[in-house]
């Protein structure tokens, strides 16, 4: 596997985790265990960071099953052999796969969202 294929395979998974979740809803606590910036809640300022973070949580839990094993076996192979550090190129092919999800699908319906959940109640 090269640099190439390692940057396309995290993509791949990190467009595929991103689709598997939902945007958290404005003002929801943010649990501890992922919120290791320390947001708290979810604001309209926060919410790609957040939803980012989840995204990142699915991922790192997903490693411990199979097949995700072979992965890590030859991403483990390759960093004794390359130049390169092989998890940090997968790693930061997730941030990318993300980023891209979040273009094709959140952009605009987070924007809908957020504009419906901030809009004044009727009469107010």
Not at 69 to 75: W, Y
Not at 96 to 121: D, E, Q, V
């Amino acid at each position: 596997m090269n640099k190439r294929e390692i940057a396309t395979l995290g993509r791949e998974r990190g467009y595929n985790i991103a689709s598997w979740q939902d945007l958290p809803e404005i003002g929801a606590e943010i649990p501890k265990h992922v919120d290791w910036v320390g947001y708290g809640k979810v604001s309209k300022e926060n919410i790609r960071d957040v939803w980012e973070l989840l995204c990142a949580e699915a991922e790192s839990n997903s490693r411990q099953f199979s097949p995700f094993e072979f992965t890590a076996k030859e991403l483990n192979d390759l960093a004794e052999t390359k130049p390169y550090d092989p998890w940090e190129v997968y790693d930061s092919a997730l941030q990318k796969g993300y980023a891209r999800y979040w273009s094709a699908h959140y952009s605009r319906h987070a924007r809908r969202k957020l504009n419906r959940l901030t809009r004044a109640p009727f009469g107010a």
